[in-house]
């Protein structure tokens, strides 16, 4: 029978080598790590869920965006006063562009089966390590 209605509507995809983070958990270092946190795991993301090079280039240049955009508010605020509500702002908006991004291929994944990785060790190095980073540009380019 060569009825449509009989076809699967999600095909079998590849099994991934590395499994991928649920994109609504980049949020937590998003908001405590700032944009350049959530642009690093956002692009590492894109790329275990196999998307294309436009998707990994549309994550890339919102967190440069919100990284230049944080930086010039902070100037123009007298320095690190709200700077950490800056990155919080920031932060959740690149988030934003990768919730968006990211979406529909992670459903994907998890209607095949595929578990997520956990997000806690790399979000907590992200958060710190990308945390200090930004605090340094900050210093070394607004004060």
Avoid at 11 to 24: Q, T
Avoid at 37 to 54: E, I, P
Avoid at 63 to 84: C, E, H, Y
């Amino acid at each position: 029978m060569n009825d449509d209605l009989f076809r699967p509507t999600i095909g079998s995809r590849p099994v991934l080598a590395v499994p991928p983070w649920r994109p609504s958990s980049i949020v937590y270092p998003a908001f405590f790590g700032g944009p350049l946190a959530a642009t690093v795991l956002g692009v590492l993301n894109a790329r275990r869920l196999s998307l294309g090079r436009n998707q990994q280039l549309a994550v890339a240049a919102a967190g440069l965006a919100a990284i230049v955009a944080r930086l010039a508010a902070t100037g123009l605020l007298g320095g690190q006063v709200g700077a950490r509500t800056l990155g919080t702002v920031f932060g959740l908006a690149v988030w934003g562009v990768v919730a968006a991004t990211q979406k529909k291929a992670f459903r994907a994944y998890e209607y095949g089966d595929g578990e997520p990785a956990s997000l806690i060790g790399p979000g907590l190095a992200a958060v710190i390590g990308c945390g200090i980073l930004e605090n340094v540009l900050i210093a070394v380019v607004v004060d």
